[in-house]
């Protein structure tokens, strides 16, 4: 419909001048874009995104911006991917990072290199190498980083005060976590000591794994890099957690149930569940949230969760309106509205450094600070290669239910998974 | 059309009138039955062909080759340690469910029917969670079954006995979902054995005594139990049907886990093409899916029905 009013208004203004009654209007209308935008987990996101987007419509007047959404990011994968087929894409589409790889091995998403140096050098506009290396899948620029998250402890202070505890002087090494653990586990009256999200996916694995200086996979992706010390490392960690932790085995959901009736001393968790946690404990107990206990002070590292924003526009003119919507979105002002609604990290170094944007948000909710703090030793959120690539994160959660059910040893553990894991990994001629 | 229905006279030119009036109501039959037959070609045949087609194909979400790969997806199938393991979960879950709603349905039935106040209530507290969102219901046992929180396991701890992990001891996993499932299931089955119930003539039951079925055992025997005979091969088959494709319950409560403990068929099919994309090997679960509840439904056309029904 567009097109053909602006073929018209072409053809007019060529015949008649500019000097015709019409032109004005015909002009607007030449002048408007209509992308569609998709993102995942409204419940979380939909108030980040029509701030952003009413801030939005302030600069840009001309384009339109129409938002889809899928309750999680697992469904917003299979939109894009069945739409991908039928040629539907919408012109912008925010993804979890670690479903990025899979989009950009599938020639789905856009490579945004040229169009960042287009705008000249990208760490002035808080684009730094570190956090564009956030969506960075497939060997090259496939996305820009929206939300990011990573892992701290989340722990209840009344408990911990308790078991003799000092909620000021949290321990900072597993040693002294697991310790404070097994004191709170000794409370009794159902009381359990501590929890660690192992399950659902590999993130909470890999932050152990990150924290003894491990990596998935090797340098060059043609085997596992999980066979050796760090890997066993972190996984005797699990096993300790439940021999000396005394960690029970319970479902996710459970845990955080647990946790927010006060029956839970500490949990390990994203910091995207601050909000909820908040909410579901309200004035019970004393929340608290810190850093992740340091494993290696120097090689240690943690993930990064989230989401980006991926390009999938084709057509010239939506592809240019999309991504100014992207600029906007992981800009300082974009990334401050996100932060503020969501409780997400910021994506725009600008918004994390200047206190203009965020200064005021994080001196009054100081649980969301831990993940601040921890932004410099946050890594990307590895993702597999190949077309078995969350197939794999699967097996890894499936392994790891051994340990926590104590069936198998840390070490029984740690060759089946290699060979597991190893199978599914894409052969190389 | 108005010839064909009301079956007036009409003058015939060259065939008979009998004649045409057969053509006539024939196509009007066909019309009549086309939305129906148009709609089951569309919405049941050709999808399912379709379904068919990919399992003999590696096509993945996404992917823009598909390649035909013959029967590789059913060979990986049968060494795959996921699907075997939801293969045995889902026949331990009907094996489970399908005789404790059937027999716990029948026994309530029997009580309901033999009580003399407050069917209504009985039947209606009893139908409460087939009317009920399993997803929601699910939520609600999640609580229930919470192992440090939840009223059971609280309960259990009053009389000294600690309580296992309902939902995430790999023993105990298919023991909750199939307890679950029996809940659901119960209140169909009931109804439908209470409707089967009253069909049944009282002089049945006043003949048997006096042929000298004395016992109410004797009299359950010799009259309900043949008599329901029809009732309960319905039951046998839609419990058994609505087994085979549990999932909500699942979903919601396990994922699948700790390692597989709870995966079952459909939560298999469900992960495999829309949470790894491999659609192919999706299809192929579906087809070993189908397969079963269309054997399932012969065994209930072919074999048992012979056997019930009576005159």
Not at chain 2, 50 to 63: K, S
Request: net charge neutral; proline share 5%; charged share 15%.
């Amino acid at each position: 419909m567009t097109t053909t009013f602006s073929r018209r208004a072409a053809l007019l203004s060529a015949g008649a001048g500019l000097g015709l009654l019409a032109a004005p209007r015909l002009l607007r209308a030449q002048g408007s874009t209509e992308i569609t935008v998709h993102y995942a987990q409204p419940y979380i996101y939909k108030e980040s995104y029509d701030a952003i987007l009413a801030g939005f419509a302030r600069q840009e007047p001309g384009i339109k911006v129409n938002f889809v959404t899928t309750p999680n990011y697992e469904e917003g994968a299979q939109l894009l991917l069945r739409q991908a087929t039928t040629n539907q894409l919408p012109d912008l589409s925010y993804q979890g990072f670690n479903r990025l790889r899979v989009f950009a091995e599938r020639g789905i998403a856009q490579d945004l290199t040229p169009l960042l140096a287009q705008e000249g050098n990208p760490a002035q506009q808080g684009y730094t190498p570190n956090l564009l290396q956030l969506a960075h899948f497939g060997g090259m620029q496939s996305g820009l980083a929206y939300a990011a998250s990573n892992p701290v402890c989340f722990f209840n202070a009344d408990l911990v005060k308790r078991a003799g505890g000092d909620p000021e002087n949290f321990p900072k090494d597993w040693n002294g976590v697991l310790e404070l653990a097994a004191k709170i586990d000794k409370l009794g009256d159902g009381v359990e000591g501590m929890w660690f999200t192992w399950s659902g996916d590999d993130w909470m694995f890999s932050a152990l794994l990150f924290g003894h200086g491990g990596r998935m996979l090797n340098a060059d992706e043609t085997d596992v890099g999980f066979a050796g010390a760090e890997g066993l490392g972190a996984l005797t960690l699990i096993d300790r957690m439940v021999k000396q932790g005394g960690m029970p085995n319970l479902t996710a959901a459970a845990a955080r149930q647990a946790f927010a009736a006060g029956k839970l001393g500490m949990i390990f968790q994203t910091t995207a569940q601050v909000r909820g946690a908040v909410a579901s404990v309200g004035k019970s107990f004393d929340l608290r949230t810190t850093e992740m206990p340091v494993i290696d002070a120097q090689k240690g590292r943690l993930p990064t969760g989230g989401a980006a924003g991926m390009l999938t526009a084709k057509d010239p003119a939506k592809r240019a309106a999309a991504w100014k919507f992207l600029r906007y979105s992981t800009g300082p002002e974009g990334q401050a509205m996100m932060v503020q609604n969501t409780g997400y990290l910021p994506c725009n170094q600008l918004a994390i450094d200047e206190d203009r944007y965020l200064g005021a948000f994080y001196r009054e909710n100081p649980l969301f600070m831990p993940a601040v703090r921890q932004l410099p030793i946050s890594i990307p959120w590895y993702a597999f290669p190949g077309s078995n690539s969350v197939r794999v994160t699967q097996t890894m959660v499936d392994n790891l239910a051994r340990i926590v059910e104590q069936r198998a040893t840390p070490a029984q553990v740690q060759a089946d998974m290699a060979a597991e894991v190893r199978r599914l990994l894409p052969r190389k001629s | 059309m108005s010839d064909a229905t009301f079956g007036l006279p009409v003058a015939p030119a060259k065939a008979t009138p009998a004649a045409r009036h057969a053509r006539s109501e024939a196509i009007t039959a066909w019309l009549l039955s086309l939305p129906a037959i148009l709609s089951y070609l569309l919405l049941l045949l050709l999808p399912t062909l379709a379904a068919v087609a990919l399992a003999f194909t590696d096509y993945e979400l996404g992917a823009d080759s598909v390649r035909w790969i013959g029967l590789e997806n059913f060979a990986e199938l049968w060494t795959d340690r996921g699907f075997r393991q939801s293969f045995v979960n889902t026949v331990f879950y009907v094996g489970v469910v399908t005789p404790g709603s059937i027999l716990g349905a029948l026994v309530i039935a029997l009580l309901i029917e033999a009580g003399v106040r407050g069917r209504t209530l009985f039947r209606a507290v009893f139908f409460l969670p087939v009317v009920s969102l399993t997803v929601a219901m699910a939520s609600a046992w999640q609580y229930l079954l919470h192992p440090t929180i939840g009223p059971l396991n609280g309960m259990l701890r009053q009389l000294g006995i600690a309580g296992p992990a309902w939902l995430s001891d790999s023993g105990m996993v298919m023991w909750s979902l199939a307890g679950i499932g029996i809940w659901e299931n119960l209140g169909f089955n009931l109804v439908l054995f209470l409707a089967g119930l009253t069909a049944i003539p009282r002089e049945l039951y006043a003949a048997a005594e006096v042929d000298g079925a004395r016992s109410a055992w004797a009299r359950f025997r010799l009259v309900t139990w043949p008599l329901l005979g029809p009732t309960t091969l319905f039951v046998l088959t839609i419990t058994m049907i609505r087994s085979v494709r549990v999932f909500d319950t699942v979903k919601v409560l396990t994922q699948g886990g700790p390692n597989k403990a709870s995966e079952v068929l459909l939560h298999s099919m469900y992960q495999e093409g829309f949470t790894f994309f491999r659609l192919g090997y999706s299809a192929a679960i579906t087809l070993v899916f189908l397969a079963i509840v269309l054997a399932l439904m012969w065994l209930q056309t072919r074999v048992l029905d012979k056997r019930v029904h009576y005159g």
